[in-house]
């Protein structure tokens, strides 16, 4: 079994920072990749910022130089630090993992329950 547990989203004001948290838990063979997603009401889900299975990391445009995503392989956890946040960052946020947990078949994925982050005046 194969848990990720967000943690801190809120609501912050314009031009404020929120950092987010995913801790994943469970037996595995390795942790190909890890990210964030988000959803807005009325909108589909999109990828915000990842770890590549090749280690890279990935962002999507409009969070470019004010998301940073990073990581801490001894807590199998992945941050997302948000700066100067907008209103049209409002959304729901996933952490998203793709995980091997046999060495005979390929990786799978899995969702964290998601975490709200508003951002209004």
């Known amino acids: 079994q194969v848990q990720l547990v967000e943690s801190g989203g809120g609501l912050v004001q314009p031009g404020g920072s929120l950092r987010l948290s995913c801790a994943a838990s469970g037996s595995w063979v390795s942790i190909n990749a890890m990210g964030w997603y988000r959803q807005a009401p009325g909108k589909q889900r999109e990828l915000v910022a990842e770890?590549?299975?090749?280690?890279?990391?990935n962002y999507a445009d409009s969070v470019k130089g004010r998301f940073t995503i990073s990581r801490d392989n001894a807590k199998n956890t992945v941050y997302l630090q948000m700066n100067s946040l907008k209103p049209e960052d409002t959304a729901v946020y996933y952490c998203n993992a793709n995980i091997r947990r046999s060495y005979y078949r390929g990786g799978d994925n899995y969702w964290g329950q998601g975490t709200q982050v508003t951002v209004s005046s």
């Open positions: 770890f590549t299975s090749g280690g890279s990391t």
